[in-house]
């Protein structure tokens, strides 16, 4: 038992040593990671493995990789690794918010022996889901018009001063 535990443990660190070694942008293929992981620990575990290396870099030393769908691993440069980690986080939090709000309003619409509170925590649930997806989308801020020839700022209480004689 401990053997296949430590041989994984093995496989984790020649795989991120591999990756470690990779320039920024060049991807690194799935046969040379199959190669360094051994082929025995790459055809039952292969991705987990690939992914607990990629965790350890990125904690360690802050590499960030993406899959190249049957390609590889691209290393990133830092500005692309940052904007790529949070885009796709958002995007999964969205996904999965979407996924099971959707998932959940299903289920109590056909559901006919739910209690009142179970309904609610139903209910509160969806809300809080669908605050979640809210939350995560792409900030849309709208960008603000300077007008250099406004010197002053507006009196929002102009009106009640000159109600009240101020």
Do not use: W
């Amino acid at each position: 038992m401990f053997s296949r535990s430590l041989e994984r443990q093995e496989g984790v660190l020649r795989c991120a040593e591999r990756l470690h070694e990779a320039v920024i942008g060049e991807t690194v293929p799935h046969r040379d990671l199959k190669q360094v992981i051994g082929r025995a620990l790459a055809t039952t575990q292969y991705y987990s493995i690939v992914l607990a290396a990629r965790s350890k870099l990125n904690r360690e030393s802050g590499i960030v990789f993406v899959a190249n769908k049957g390609t590889g691993y691209k290393r990133l440069d830092s500005a692309q690794g940052v904007a790529v980690s949070g885009s796709i986080g958002l995007k999964k939090i969205r996904t999965t918010s979407k996924r099971y709000g959707s998932q959940l309003e299903h289920a109590v619409h056909h559901a006919n022996d739910l209690t009142a509170d179970e309904r609610r925590t139903a209910s509160q649930t969806v809300a809080t889901l669908g605050l979640v997806n809210y939350l995560a989308r792409k900030p849309t801020v709208a960008k603000a018009v300077i007008d250099d020839e406004i010197s002053e700022k507006p009196d929002g209480l102009a009106q009640l001063r000159k109600m009240f004689g101020l």
